[in-house]
Protein backbone atom coordinates (compact mmCIF):
# COMPACT_ATOMS: atom_id res chain seq x y z
CA UNK A 1 0.00 0.00 0.00
CA UNK A 2 1.47 3.98 -1.28
CA UNK A 3 2.28 5.50 1.71
CA UNK A 4 3.44 9.10 1.52
CA UNK A 5 6.47 8.63 3.55
CA UNK A 6 7.58 5.20 1.55
CA UNK A 7 7.67 7.27 -1.53
CA UNK A 8 8.94 10.22 -0.11
CA UNK A 9 11.73 8.07 1.44
CA UNK A 10 12.25 6.62 -1.86
CA UNK A 11 12.26 10.14 -3.78
CA UNK A 12 14.44 11.76 -0.75
CA UNK A 13 17.93 11.11 -1.97
CA UNK A 14 16.81 12.24 -5.79
CA UNK A 15 15.49 15.13 -4.21
CA UNK A 16 18.59 15.97 -1.88
CA UNK A 17 20.85 15.62 -5.09
CA UNK A 18 18.53 17.85 -7.28
CA UNK A 19 18.02 20.58 -4.17
CA UNK A 20 22.35 20.09 -3.83
CA UNK A 21 22.91 20.80 -7.16
CA UNK A 22 20.33 23.82 -7.00
CA UNK A 23 21.86 25.40 -4.37
CA UNK A 24 25.21 24.87 -5.95
CA UNK A 25 24.28 27.07 -8.99
CA UNK A 26 22.93 29.50 -6.08
CA UNK A 27 26.30 29.52 -5.01
CA UNK A 28 28.51 29.46 -8.19
CA UNK A 29 25.70 32.96 -8.69
CA UNK A 30 27.17 33.70 -5.71
CA UNK A 31 30.83 33.46 -6.34
CA UNK A 32 30.19 34.83 -9.75
CA UNK A 33 29.26 37.80 -8.18
CA UNK A 34 31.55 37.91 -6.51
CA UNK A 35 34.50 37.36 -8.17
CA UNK A 36 33.91 37.51 -11.33
CA UNK A 37 33.80 41.32 -11.40
CA UNK A 38 36.11 41.82 -8.62
CA UNK A 39 38.80 39.48 -8.19
CA UNK A 40 40.43 40.07 -11.95
CA UNK A 41 40.58 43.32 -11.12
CA UNK A 42 41.37 43.21 -7.77
CA UNK A 43 44.40 41.10 -8.62
CA UNK A 44 45.17 43.28 -11.89
CA UNK A 45 45.09 46.34 -9.55
CA UNK A 46 47.50 44.69 -6.84
CA UNK A 47 50.13 42.37 -9.23
CA UNK A 48 49.79 43.73 -12.77
CA UNK A 49 51.78 45.97 -14.53
CA UNK A 50 53.06 49.24 -12.85
CA UNK A 51 53.64 51.76 -14.43
CA UNK A 52 52.96 53.57 -17.41
CA UNK A 53 55.14 56.09 -17.19
CA UNK A 54 52.43 58.27 -15.57
CA UNK A 55 50.28 57.54 -17.92
CA UNK A 56 47.30 57.85 -15.53
CA UNK A 57 44.40 58.93 -17.59
CA UNK A 58 45.04 55.47 -20.25
CA UNK A 59 45.34 53.38 -17.10
CA UNK A 60 41.89 55.18 -15.30
CA UNK A 61 39.85 54.30 -18.48
CA UNK A 62 41.41 50.54 -18.94
CA UNK A 63 40.46 50.13 -15.07
CA UNK A 64 36.98 51.63 -16.12
CA UNK A 65 36.64 49.54 -19.19
CA UNK A 66 37.31 46.38 -17.54
CA UNK A 67 35.00 47.02 -14.48
CA UNK A 68 32.04 48.34 -16.74
CA UNK A 69 32.67 45.01 -18.69
CA UNK A 70 32.80 42.91 -14.79
CA UNK A 71 29.37 44.30 -13.98
CA UNK A 72 28.01 43.53 -17.41
CA UNK A 73 29.30 40.20 -17.41
CA UNK A 74 28.10 39.37 -13.68
CA UNK A 75 24.24 40.97 -14.74
CA UNK A 76 24.64 38.50 -18.06
CA UNK A 77 25.91 35.51 -15.57
CA UNK A 78 23.28 36.13 -12.72
CA UNK A 79 20.34 36.55 -15.16
CA UNK A 80 21.74 32.95 -16.97
CA UNK A 81 21.77 31.61 -13.81
CA UNK A 82 18.40 32.65 -12.73
CA UNK A 83 16.91 31.22 -15.78
CA UNK A 84 18.69 28.19 -15.04
CA UNK A 85 16.99 27.94 -11.90
CA UNK A 86 13.46 28.56 -12.83
CA UNK A 87 14.05 26.07 -15.09
CA UNK A 88 15.21 23.67 -13.10
CA UNK A 89 12.77 24.29 -10.40
CA UNK A 90 9.63 24.03 -12.95
CA UNK A 91 11.22 20.30 -14.09
CA UNK A 92 11.39 19.68 -10.46
CA UNK A 93 7.72 20.35 -9.63
CA UNK A 94 6.66 18.52 -12.66
CA UNK A 95 8.45 15.46 -11.17
CA UNK A 96 5.59 14.90 -9.27
CA UNK A 97 3.65 14.33 -12.34
CA UNK A 98 4.95 11.44 -13.39
CA UNK A 99 5.30 8.09 -12.68
CA UNK A 100 7.57 6.54 -10.22
CA UNK A 101 9.25 4.36 -13.13
CA UNK A 102 10.07 7.46 -15.19
CA UNK A 103 11.24 9.26 -12.15
CA UNK A 104 13.59 6.38 -11.08
CA UNK A 105 15.25 6.75 -14.91
CA UNK A 106 16.14 10.45 -14.00
CA UNK A 107 18.66 10.86 -11.31
CA UNK A 108 21.52 9.57 -13.14
CA UNK A 109 21.02 13.40 -15.28
CA UNK A 110 20.51 14.46 -12.29
CA UNK A 111 23.73 13.55 -10.88
CA UNK A 112 25.83 14.00 -13.78
CA UNK A 113 24.77 17.84 -13.18
CA UNK A 114 26.60 17.90 -9.76
CA UNK A 115 30.03 17.00 -8.85
CA UNK A 116 31.16 14.18 -7.61
CA UNK A 117 31.18 15.94 -3.74
CA UNK A 118 27.56 17.03 -3.94
CA UNK A 119 26.78 13.90 -4.57
CA UNK A 120 28.27 11.81 -1.70
CA UNK A 121 26.62 15.36 -0.04
CA UNK A 122 23.56 14.49 -1.02
CA UNK A 123 23.74 11.10 0.23
CA UNK A 124 25.24 11.84 3.66
CA UNK A 125 22.58 15.01 3.70
CA UNK A 126 19.80 14.49 6.68
CA UNK A 127 16.58 14.30 5.53
CA UNK A 128 15.50 17.49 7.32
CA UNK A 129 18.22 18.85 4.71
CA UNK A 130 16.55 17.78 1.06
CA UNK A 131 12.66 18.71 2.46
CA UNK A 132 13.69 22.33 4.02
CA UNK A 133 11.20 24.29 1.82
CA UNK A 134 13.61 27.51 1.59
CA UNK A 135 16.60 25.50 0.10
CA UNK A 136 14.59 22.90 -2.17
CA UNK A 137 11.81 25.13 -2.93
CA UNK A 138 10.48 21.48 -3.61
CA UNK A 139 6.92 20.47 -1.60
CA UNK A 140 6.53 16.94 -0.54
CA UNK A 141 5.35 14.54 -2.80
CA UNK A 142 1.49 14.65 -3.76
CA UNK A 143 -0.82 11.66 -1.01
CA UNK A 144 -1.51 9.75 -5.07
CA UNK A 145 2.41 9.43 -6.33
CA UNK A 146 2.78 6.20 -7.29
CA UNK A 147 4.57 3.87 -5.00
CA UNK A 148 7.82 2.44 -6.29
CA UNK A 149 7.24 -1.41 -6.78
CA UNK A 150 10.22 -3.91 -6.71
CA UNK A 151 11.29 -4.64 -10.53
CA UNK A 152 12.86 -8.09 -9.44
CA UNK A 153 12.60 -10.48 -6.61
CA UNK A 154 14.89 -13.09 -5.49
CA UNK A 155 12.22 -14.88 -4.15
CA UNK A 156 9.02 -15.05 -5.80
CA UNK A 157 5.59 -15.99 -4.66
CA UNK A 158 2.67 -16.15 -7.11
CA UNK A 159 -0.42 -16.52 -4.79
CA UNK A 160 -1.11 -15.11 -1.86
CA UNK A 161 -2.53 -18.60 0.23
CA UNK A 162 -1.55 -20.99 2.33
CA UNK A 163 1.18 -22.91 0.51
CA UNK A 164 2.73 -19.20 -0.48
CA UNK A 165 2.84 -18.24 3.02
CA UNK A 166 4.16 -21.10 4.12
CA UNK A 167 7.04 -20.96 1.44
CA UNK A 168 7.86 -17.62 2.53
CA UNK A 169 8.51 -18.57 5.69
CA UNK A 170 10.31 -21.57 5.05
CA UNK A 171 12.61 -19.32 3.22
CA UNK A 172 12.77 -16.69 5.97
CA UNK A 173 13.92 -19.22 8.49
CA UNK A 174 16.78 -20.93 6.41
CA UNK A 175 17.59 -17.63 4.61
CA UNK A 176 17.21 -15.08 7.33
CA UNK A 177 17.76 -11.63 4.99
CA UNK A 178 15.80 -13.19 2.35
CA UNK A 179 13.49 -10.92 0.33
CA UNK A 180 10.50 -12.61 -0.72
CA UNK A 181 7.81 -11.13 -2.97
CA UNK A 182 4.08 -12.19 -2.52
CA UNK A 183 1.52 -11.52 -5.74
CA UNK A 184 -2.07 -12.32 -4.86
CA UNK A 185 -4.80 -11.20 -7.10
CA UNK A 186 -7.38 -11.18 -3.83
CA UNK A 187 -7.40 -7.60 -2.30
CA UNK A 188 -6.41 -9.31 0.84
CA UNK A 189 -3.24 -10.05 2.70
CA UNK A 190 -2.42 -14.14 3.49
CA UNK A 191 -5.34 -16.15 5.20
CA UNK A 192 -6.69 -19.42 5.77
CA UNK A 193 -9.61 -20.71 4.13
CA UNK A 194 -10.90 -23.74 6.43
CA UNK A 195 -12.65 -21.05 9.08
CA UNK A 196 -14.72 -19.21 6.27
CA UNK A 197 -16.92 -22.73 6.39
CA UNK A 198 -16.65 -23.27 9.87
CA UNK A 199 -15.87 -21.66 13.15
CA UNK A 200 -16.62 -18.21 11.63
CA UNK A 201 -20.48 -19.37 11.24
CA UNK A 202 -20.58 -19.96 14.90
CA UNK A 203 -19.41 -16.99 15.95
CA UNK A 204 -21.70 -15.02 18.67
CA UNK A 205 -19.29 -11.41 17.49
CA UNK A 206 -22.14 -9.78 15.28
CA UNK A 207 -19.22 -7.87 13.67
CA UNK A 208 -17.73 -11.41 12.69
CA UNK A 209 -17.41 -10.38 8.74
CA UNK A 210 -15.97 -7.69 9.80
CA UNK A 211 -13.41 -8.65 12.47
CA UNK A 212 -12.64 -12.27 10.86
CA UNK A 213 -11.88 -13.51 14.21
CA UNK A 214 -13.18 -16.71 16.01
CA UNK A 215 -13.17 -19.56 18.45
CA UNK A 216 -10.79 -22.35 18.11
CA UNK A 217 -12.35 -25.59 19.29
CA UNK A 218 -10.03 -25.27 22.39
CA UNK A 219 -11.30 -21.56 23.23
CA UNK A 220 -8.86 -19.41 21.91
CA UNK A 221 -9.56 -16.64 19.61
CA UNK A 222 -7.73 -16.00 16.53
CA UNK A 223 -7.95 -14.07 13.16
CA UNK A 224 -8.02 -16.27 10.16
CA UNK A 225 -5.01 -13.82 9.03
CA UNK A 226 -1.71 -15.82 9.54
CA UNK A 227 -0.09 -12.16 10.53
CA UNK A 228 -1.40 -8.93 10.99
CA UNK A 229 -0.29 -6.19 8.27
CA UNK A 230 3.13 -5.29 10.86
CA UNK A 231 4.18 -8.56 9.87
CA UNK A 232 5.11 -7.33 6.37
CA UNK A 233 7.55 -4.82 4.63
CA UNK A 234 5.55 -2.48 2.14
CA UNK A 235 6.45 -3.68 -1.44
CA UNK A 236 7.88 -0.24 -2.68
CA UNK A 237 10.59 -0.99 0.60
CA UNK A 238 11.82 -4.33 0.01
CA UNK A 239 14.57 -3.50 -1.78
CA UNK A 240 15.89 -1.47 0.24
CA UNK A 241 15.34 -3.41 3.26
CA UNK A 242 18.47 -3.75 4.97
CA UNK A 243 17.24 -7.82 6.54
CA UNK A 244 15.04 -8.41 3.69
CA UNK A 245 11.46 -9.47 4.34
CA UNK A 246 8.12 -10.70 3.70
CA UNK A 247 6.56 -8.17 0.88
CA UNK A 248 2.51 -8.52 -0.38
CA UNK A 249 1.47 -7.27 -3.57
CA UNK A 250 -2.17 -7.66 -3.27
CA UNK A 251 -4.61 -7.22 -5.86
CA UNK A 252 -2.06 -7.68 -8.90
CA UNK A 253 -2.46 -10.52 -11.58
CA UNK A 254 0.57 -12.61 -12.75
CA UNK A 255 -0.54 -12.72 -16.16
CA UNK A 256 2.27 -14.25 -18.38
CA UNK A 257 5.48 -15.93 -17.19
CA UNK A 258 8.49 -15.68 -19.05
CA UNK A 259 10.94 -18.17 -18.02
CA UNK A 260 13.67 -18.24 -20.01
CA UNK A 261 14.04 -14.98 -19.25
CA UNK A 262 13.34 -15.08 -15.62
CA UNK A 263 10.22 -12.94 -15.00
CA UNK A 264 6.75 -12.43 -14.79
CA UNK A 265 4.20 -9.37 -16.25
CA UNK A 266 1.65 -8.74 -14.22
CA UNK A 267 -2.02 -7.47 -15.59
CA UNK A 268 -1.26 -3.65 -15.48
CA UNK A 269 2.12 -4.64 -17.60
CA UNK A 270 4.39 -4.24 -14.62
CA UNK A 271 7.08 -6.90 -14.64
CA UNK A 272 9.12 -8.41 -12.20
CA UNK A 273 12.02 -10.58 -12.57
CA UNK A 274 13.02 -13.08 -10.27
CA UNK A 275 15.89 -15.28 -9.09
CA UNK A 276 13.69 -18.32 -7.46
CA UNK A 277 9.65 -18.71 -8.12
CA UNK A 278 7.04 -20.62 -6.53
CA UNK A 279 3.54 -20.61 -8.27
CA UNK A 280 1.12 -21.43 -5.71
CA UNK A 281 -1.97 -20.36 -7.37
CA UNK A 282 -4.19 -22.70 -6.13
CA UNK A 283 -7.67 -23.48 -7.51
CA UNK A 284 -10.94 -22.25 -9.28
CA UNK A 285 -13.90 -23.73 -7.66
CA UNK A 286 -15.98 -25.57 -10.28
CA UNK A 287 -19.54 -24.93 -11.42
CA UNK A 288 -22.74 -27.12 -12.40
CA UNK A 289 -22.51 -26.44 -17.01
CA UNK A 290 -26.68 -26.36 -15.85
CA UNK A 291 -26.26 -23.14 -14.15
CA UNK A 292 -23.44 -21.33 -16.37
CA UNK A 293 -25.80 -21.99 -19.21
CA UNK A 294 -29.14 -20.90 -17.36
CA UNK A 295 -28.89 -17.16 -17.78
CA UNK A 296 -28.44 -14.12 -15.89
CA UNK A 297 -30.94 -14.96 -12.90
CA UNK A 298 -29.62 -18.20 -11.94
CA UNK A 299 -25.87 -16.74 -12.46
CA UNK A 300 -26.56 -13.92 -9.67
CA UNK A 301 -28.69 -16.42 -7.29
CA UNK A 302 -25.63 -18.66 -7.11
CA UNK A 303 -22.51 -18.48 -4.58
CA UNK A 304 -19.28 -20.83 -5.83
CA UNK A 305 -17.24 -20.44 -2.20
CA UNK A 306 -13.69 -20.00 -2.05
CA UNK A 307 -13.08 -16.25 -0.39
CA UNK A 308 -13.42 -13.77 2.00
CA UNK A 309 -15.94 -12.41 -0.24
CA UNK A 310 -18.03 -14.99 -0.76
CA UNK A 311 -18.31 -15.50 2.87
CA UNK A 312 -19.49 -12.34 3.52
CA UNK A 313 -22.06 -12.79 0.21
CA UNK A 314 -23.10 -16.03 1.75
CA UNK A 315 -23.87 -14.58 5.36
CA UNK A 316 -26.08 -12.15 4.04
CA UNK A 317 -28.06 -13.72 1.84
CA UNK A 318 -28.57 -16.23 4.83
CA UNK A 319 -29.90 -13.17 6.54
CA UNK A 320 -31.96 -12.13 3.67
CA UNK A 321 -33.62 -15.40 2.37
CA UNK A 322 -36.10 -17.97 2.87
CA UNK A 323 -34.50 -21.06 1.23
CA UNK A 324 -30.76 -21.82 0.41
CA UNK A 325 -29.89 -24.97 -1.55
CA UNK A 326 -26.09 -26.71 -0.79
CA UNK A 327 -25.34 -28.69 -4.25
CA UNK A 328 -22.70 -30.92 -3.58
CA UNK A 329 -21.89 -33.56 -0.84
CA UNK A 330 -18.44 -33.28 0.08
CA UNK A 331 -16.31 -31.53 2.45
CA UNK A 332 -17.06 -27.98 1.21
CA UNK A 333 -21.04 -28.66 0.62
CA UNK A 334 -21.36 -30.90 3.67
CA UNK A 335 -19.79 -27.79 6.52
CA UNK A 336 -21.71 -24.97 5.09
CA UNK A 337 -24.43 -27.17 5.03
CA UNK A 338 -24.57 -27.92 8.66
CA UNK A 339 -23.13 -23.97 9.13
CA UNK A 340 -26.27 -22.87 7.52
CA UNK A 341 -28.58 -25.25 9.30
CA UNK A 342 -27.46 -24.04 12.64
CA UNK A 343 -28.42 -21.03 11.55
CA UNK A 344 -31.91 -22.46 10.18
CA UNK A 345 -33.00 -23.09 13.79
CA UNK A 346 -32.32 -19.52 14.85
CA UNK A 347 -34.53 -17.76 11.66
CA UNK A 348 -36.25 -20.24 9.71
CA UNK A 349 -34.29 -20.51 6.94
CA UNK A 350 -35.01 -23.57 4.41
CA UNK A 351 -31.46 -25.30 4.41
CA UNK A 352 -31.49 -28.04 1.16
CA UNK A 353 -28.61 -29.96 0.69
CA UNK A 354 -27.74 -32.43 -2.54
CA UNK A 355 -25.95 -34.57 -4.28
CA UNK A 356 -25.55 -37.76 -6.25
CA UNK A 357 -23.14 -39.86 -3.91
CA UNK A 358 -25.92 -42.22 -1.17
CA UNK A 359 -24.77 -40.36 1.79
CA UNK A 360 -22.52 -37.12 3.16
CA UNK A 361 -19.21 -37.78 1.77
CA UNK A 362 -19.88 -40.73 0.27
CA UNK A 363 -16.55 -40.44 -1.63
CA UNK A 364 -14.71 -40.64 1.37
CA UNK A 365 -16.39 -42.33 3.92
CA UNK A 366 -17.37 -46.32 3.80
CA UNK A 367 -21.24 -46.52 3.54
CA UNK A 368 -22.27 -46.97 7.00
CA UNK A 369 -20.12 -43.87 8.07
CA UNK A 370 -21.34 -41.97 5.74
CA UNK A 371 -25.39 -42.86 6.44
CA UNK A 372 -23.95 -42.07 10.45
CA UNK A 373 -22.81 -38.83 9.04
CA UNK A 374 -25.70 -37.71 7.09
CA UNK A 375 -27.92 -38.01 10.18
CA UNK A 376 -25.84 -35.69 11.71
CA UNK A 377 -26.49 -32.87 9.54
CA UNK A 378 -30.02 -33.68 8.82
CA UNK A 379 -29.75 -33.29 13.12
CA UNK A 380 -28.40 -29.68 12.14
CA UNK A 381 -31.41 -28.62 10.37
CA UNK A 382 -30.52 -29.53 6.67
CA UNK A 383 -32.66 -30.92 4.41
CA UNK A 384 -30.34 -33.96 2.84
CA UNK A 385 -31.66 -35.04 -0.84
CA UNK A 386 -29.56 -37.98 -1.64
CA UNK A 387 -28.78 -39.19 -5.29
CA UNK A 388 -29.92 -36.30 -6.76
CA UNK A 389 -28.64 -35.10 -10.21
CA UNK A 390 -29.40 -31.80 -11.05
CA UNK A 391 -30.51 -31.71 -15.34
CA UNK A 392 -31.89 -28.16 -14.84
CA UNK A 393 -32.09 -25.22 -13.09
CA UNK A 394 -34.41 -22.21 -14.41
CA UNK A 395 -35.77 -18.64 -13.06
CA UNK A 396 -39.63 -18.95 -12.44
CA UNK A 397 -41.77 -16.42 -10.42
CA UNK A 398 -39.11 -15.12 -8.39
CA UNK A 399 -37.58 -18.70 -7.37
CA UNK A 400 -35.04 -21.11 -8.46
CA UNK A 401 -36.21 -23.78 -10.07
CA UNK A 402 -33.77 -27.21 -9.39
CA UNK A 403 -35.01 -29.86 -12.02
CA UNK A 404 -33.56 -33.23 -11.09
CA UNK A 405 -32.79 -36.38 -13.60
CA UNK A 406 -35.15 -38.46 -11.80
CA UNK A 407 -38.16 -35.77 -11.87
CA UNK A 408 -38.16 -34.46 -8.76
CA UNK A 409 -38.19 -30.40 -8.44
CA UNK A 410 -37.15 -28.46 -5.74
CA UNK A 411 -37.47 -24.68 -5.71
CA UNK A 412 -35.41 -22.42 -3.62
CA UNK A 413 -33.89 -18.97 -3.51
CA UNK A 414 -30.59 -19.17 -3.57
CA UNK A 415 -27.84 -21.95 -4.31
CA UNK A 416 -23.93 -22.51 -3.69
CA UNK A 417 -22.19 -24.99 -6.07
CA UNK A 418 -20.08 -27.14 -3.70
CA UNK A 419 -19.36 -29.43 -6.74
CA UNK A 420 -15.01 -28.92 -6.92
CA UNK A 421 -12.32 -27.47 -7.54
CA UNK A 422 -10.80 -26.92 -10.86
CA UNK A 423 -6.52 -26.31 -9.97
CA UNK A 424 -5.63 -22.81 -11.42
CA UNK A 425 -2.94 -23.34 -14.37
CA UNK A 426 -3.54 -20.52 -15.95
CA UNK A 427 0.45 -19.48 -16.90
CA UNK A 428 1.14 -23.10 -17.72
CA UNK A 429 0.73 -21.96 -21.51
CA UNK A 430 2.68 -18.73 -21.21
CA UNK A 431 5.11 -20.64 -19.08
CA UNK A 432 5.60 -23.57 -20.76
CA UNK A 433 5.00 -26.07 -17.90
CA UNK A 434 3.03 -29.74 -18.24
CA UNK A 435 0.09 -29.93 -16.67
CA UNK A 436 -0.68 -33.12 -15.16
CA UNK A 437 -3.73 -35.05 -17.74
CA UNK A 438 -4.94 -37.37 -15.44
CA UNK A 439 -4.93 -35.20 -12.05
CA UNK A 440 -4.93 -31.77 -13.32
CA UNK A 441 -2.33 -28.96 -11.68
CA UNK A 442 1.44 -28.62 -12.48
CA UNK A 443 3.70 -31.57 -13.22
CA UNK A 444 6.36 -31.41 -11.12
CA UNK A 445 8.88 -34.04 -9.35
CA UNK A 446 9.21 -35.05 -5.83
CA UNK A 447 11.20 -31.47 -4.81
CA UNK A 448 8.00 -29.75 -6.17
CA UNK A 449 10.31 -28.29 -9.09
CA UNK A 450 9.04 -27.65 -12.44
CA UNK A 451 11.79 -26.32 -14.04
CA UNK A 452 15.25 -25.10 -12.34
CA UNK A 453 13.97 -21.70 -10.65
CA UNK A 454 10.35 -22.97 -10.71
CA UNK A 455 8.56 -24.42 -7.81
CA UNK A 456 4.69 -25.44 -7.48
CA UNK A 457 3.17 -25.97 -3.95
CA UNK A 458 -0.62 -26.01 -2.91
CA UNK A 459 -3.82 -27.10 -4.60
CA UNK A 460 -2.20 -26.37 -7.98
CA UNK A 461 0.83 -28.83 -7.45
CA UNK A 462 0.52 -32.47 -9.17
CA UNK A 463 3.88 -33.91 -7.19
CA UNK A 464 5.29 -37.19 -7.06
CA UNK A 465 5.13 -38.25 -3.80
CA UNK A 466 8.28 -40.60 -3.38
CA UNK A 467 5.82 -42.98 -0.82
CA UNK A 468 2.20 -42.41 -2.47
CA UNK A 469 3.25 -42.12 -6.03
CA UNK A 470 1.47 -39.11 -8.75
CA UNK A 471 -0.95 -37.16 -6.57
CA UNK A 472 -2.51 -33.55 -6.26
CA UNK A 473 -3.90 -32.34 -2.55
CA UNK A 474 -6.54 -30.26 -2.04
CA UNK A 475 -6.27 -29.91 1.77
CA UNK A 476 -5.04 -26.61 4.24
CA UNK A 477 -2.17 -29.18 5.72
CA UNK A 478 -0.64 -30.23 2.54
CA UNK A 479 -0.55 -26.62 1.60
CA UNK A 480 1.31 -26.21 4.37
CA UNK A 481 3.59 -29.24 4.03
CA UNK A 482 4.20 -28.83 0.36
CA UNK A 483 4.76 -24.40 0.43
CA UNK A 484 7.23 -25.23 3.65
CA UNK A 485 8.93 -27.71 1.33
CA UNK A 486 8.91 -25.47 -1.84
CA UNK A 487 10.10 -23.06 0.52
CA UNK A 488 13.06 -25.43 2.12
CA UNK A 489 14.16 -26.20 -1.62
CA UNK A 490 14.10 -22.91 -3.25
CA UNK A 491 16.62 -22.12 -0.88
CA UNK A 492 18.85 -25.20 -1.37
CA UNK A 493 17.61 -27.71 0.70
CA UNK A 494 17.08 -30.91 -2.19
CA UNK A 495 14.40 -32.74 -0.09
CA UNK A 496 11.94 -35.04 -1.58
CA UNK A 497 8.04 -34.93 -0.82
CA UNK A 498 8.39 -37.35 2.18
CA UNK A 499 5.97 -35.86 5.13
CA UNK A 500 2.27 -36.90 4.97
CA UNK A 501 -0.02 -33.85 5.50
CA UNK A 502 -3.24 -34.96 7.24
CA UNK A 503 -6.90 -33.05 6.18
CA UNK A 504 -9.76 -32.69 8.59
CA UNK A 505 -13.13 -31.94 8.53
CA UNK A 506 -15.79 -30.43 10.57
CA UNK A 507 -18.92 -30.72 10.56
CA UNK A 508 -20.71 -28.13 13.10
CA UNK A 509 -19.55 -28.06 16.46
CA UNK A 510 -19.98 -32.11 17.41
CA UNK A 511 -18.66 -34.05 14.22
CA UNK A 512 -15.09 -33.69 13.15
CA UNK A 513 -12.84 -35.98 11.97
CA UNK A 514 -8.71 -36.27 10.86
CA UNK A 515 -7.41 -38.47 8.30
CA UNK A 516 -4.11 -39.10 6.47
CA UNK A 517 -2.85 -40.80 2.86
CA UNK A 518 -5.40 -41.58 0.57
CA UNK A 519 -8.38 -41.67 1.66
CA UNK A 520 -11.26 -43.14 -0.35
CA UNK A 521 -14.65 -45.24 -0.39
CA UNK A 522 -13.65 -47.14 -2.92
CA UNK A 523 -10.76 -48.84 -0.41
CA UNK A 524 -11.75 -51.71 1.91
CA UNK A 525 -12.72 -50.59 5.19
CA UNK A 526 -11.54 -51.98 8.03
CA UNK A 527 -13.44 -50.14 11.29
CA UNK A 528 -11.65 -50.18 15.02
CA UNK A 529 -14.42 -48.06 17.70
CA UNK A 530 -13.89 -47.00 21.12
CA UNK A 531 -16.85 -46.09 23.24
CA UNK A 532 -16.77 -42.37 23.43
CA UNK A 533 -16.62 -40.65 26.38
CA UNK A 534 -17.72 -36.98 27.66
CA UNK A 535 -13.87 -36.86 27.06
CA UNK A 536 -14.45 -37.53 23.58
CA UNK A 537 -16.04 -33.94 22.55
CA UNK A 538 -13.99 -32.65 20.27
CA UNK A 539 -13.09 -29.98 22.33
CA UNK A 540 -12.26 -32.14 25.14
CA UNK A 541 -9.73 -34.38 22.98
CA UNK A 542 -8.40 -30.99 21.08
CA UNK A 543 -7.40 -29.29 24.75
CA UNK A 544 -5.96 -32.77 26.04
CA UNK A 545 -3.71 -33.58 23.09
CA UNK A 546 -4.34 -31.02 20.01
CA UNK A 547 -6.50 -33.88 18.44
CA UNK A 548 -10.09 -35.41 18.03
CA UNK A 549 -9.93 -38.97 18.08
CA UNK A 550 -12.55 -41.51 19.42
CA UNK A 551 -12.53 -43.97 16.69
CA UNK A 552 -10.61 -45.29 14.06
CA UNK A 553 -11.77 -46.27 10.78
CA UNK A 554 -9.02 -47.72 9.19
CA UNK A 555 -8.59 -47.61 5.40
CA UNK A 556 -6.50 -50.29 4.01
CA UNK A 557 -5.07 -50.56 0.87
CA UNK A 558 -3.28 -53.66 0.47
CA UNK A 559 -0.64 -51.91 -1.65
CA UNK A 560 0.12 -49.30 0.87
CA UNK A 561 -0.69 -50.56 4.43
CA UNK A 562 2.68 -51.72 3.86
CA UNK A 563 3.94 -48.01 4.36
CA UNK A 564 0.74 -46.38 5.15
CA UNK A 565 -2.20 -46.74 7.50
CA UNK A 566 -4.64 -44.80 5.62
CA UNK A 567 -6.43 -43.77 8.83
CA UNK A 568 -9.35 -41.86 8.82
CA UNK A 569 -10.57 -40.76 12.51
CA UNK A 570 -13.96 -40.27 12.89
CA UNK A 571 -15.22 -38.08 16.17
CA UNK A 572 -18.92 -38.41 17.74
CA UNK A 573 -20.78 -37.14 20.70
C1 LIG B 1 -14.08 -22.71 2.52
C2 LIG B 1 -12.97 -23.69 2.53
C3 LIG B 1 -12.79 -24.51 3.62
C4 LIG B 1 -11.76 -25.43 3.65
N1 LIG B 1 -11.61 -26.23 4.72
C5 LIG B 1 -10.62 -27.13 4.77
C6 LIG B 1 -10.47 -28.02 5.87
O1 LIG B 1 -11.27 -28.01 6.79
N2 LIG B 1 -9.44 -28.86 5.88
C7 LIG B 1 -8.54 -28.91 4.88
O2 LIG B 1 -7.60 -29.70 4.94
N3 LIG B 1 -8.64 -28.09 3.79
C8 LIG B 1 -9.67 -27.22 3.71
N4 LIG B 1 -9.80 -26.38 2.62
C9 LIG B 1 -8.83 -26.47 1.51
C10 LIG B 1 -7.63 -25.57 1.76
O3 LIG B 1 -8.03 -24.33 2.22
C11 LIG B 1 -6.84 -25.43 0.46
O4 LIG B 1 -6.35 -26.71 0.16
C12 LIG B 1 -5.70 -24.45 0.59
O5 LIG B 1 -6.20 -23.16 0.78
C13 LIG B 1 -4.83 -24.47 -0.65
O6 LIG B 1 -3.84 -23.50 -0.51
P1 LIG B 1 -3.09 -22.91 -1.80
O7 LIG B 1 -2.11 -21.93 -1.25
O8 LIG B 1 -2.62 -23.99 -2.65
O9 LIG B 1 -4.21 -22.16 -2.62
P2 LIG B 1 -5.14 -20.95 -2.23
O10 LIG B 1 -5.33 -20.87 -0.75
O11 LIG B 1 -6.34 -21.05 -3.08
O12 LIG B 1 -4.31 -19.68 -2.67
C14 LIG B 1 -4.04 -19.39 -4.02
C15 LIG B 1 -4.03 -17.89 -4.18
O13 LIG B 1 -3.43 -17.53 -5.42
C16 LIG B 1 -4.18 -16.49 -6.01
N5 LIG B 1 -3.88 -16.51 -7.45
C17 LIG B 1 -4.24 -17.42 -8.36
N6 LIG B 1 -3.73 -17.13 -9.57
C18 LIG B 1 -3.01 -16.00 -9.41
C19 LIG B 1 -2.23 -15.20 -10.29
N7 LIG B 1 -2.08 -15.53 -11.58
N8 LIG B 1 -1.64 -14.09 -9.81
C20 LIG B 1 -1.77 -13.75 -8.49
N9 LIG B 1 -2.49 -14.47 -7.61
C21 LIG B 1 -3.09 -15.59 -8.06
C22 LIG B 1 -5.61 -16.86 -5.65
O14 LIG B 1 -6.49 -15.80 -5.79
C23 LIG B 1 -5.41 -17.27 -4.21
O15 LIG B 1 -5.42 -16.16 -3.36
C24 LIG B 1 -10.85 -25.49 2.56
C25 LIG B 1 -11.03 -24.66 1.45
C26 LIG B 1 -12.08 -23.76 1.43
C27 LIG B 1 -12.29 -22.87 0.24
Not at 75 to 98: C, P, W
Not at 146 to 156: D, E, G, Q
Not at 454 to 467: E, K, M, P, T
Not at 529 to 558: H, M, V, Y
Request: with cysteine.
Amino acid sequence: MLTCRAVWKKLAPLARASSTVCRQNVRRAGWNNARTPLCVPVAHMSTGPVGGGGDNLKYALLVGAAFVSGITYAVITLKGDQKRHVERMTEISSRKQKSASQIQTEPPVTVMEAPLETILEAAAAPDAEAVAPSETAEPPPAADSKPSLPSHAPYLLIGGGTASFAAARSIRARDPGAKVLIVTDEPDLPYMRPPLSKELWFSDDPSVTETLRFKQWNGKERSIYFQPPSFYVDAEELSGAENGGVAVLTGRKVVHMDVRGNKVKLDDDMEISYDKCLIATGGVPRNLQVIERAGEEVIKRTTVFRKIDDFKSLDKVSRNTQSITIIGGGFLGSELACALGRRSTETGLEVIQMFPEKGNMGKVLPEYLSNWTTEKVKKEGVKVIREAVVKSVSFKDDKLEIKLKDGRVVRTDHIVAAVGLEPNVDLAKSAGLEVDSDFGGYRVNAELQARSNIWVAGDASCFYDIRLGRRRVEHHDHAVVSGRLAGENMTGANKPYWHQSMFWSDLGPDVGYEAIGIVDSSLPTVGVFAKATAKDTPKAATEESGRRAQCFNILDDPIFCFFFLLVCCIGFV
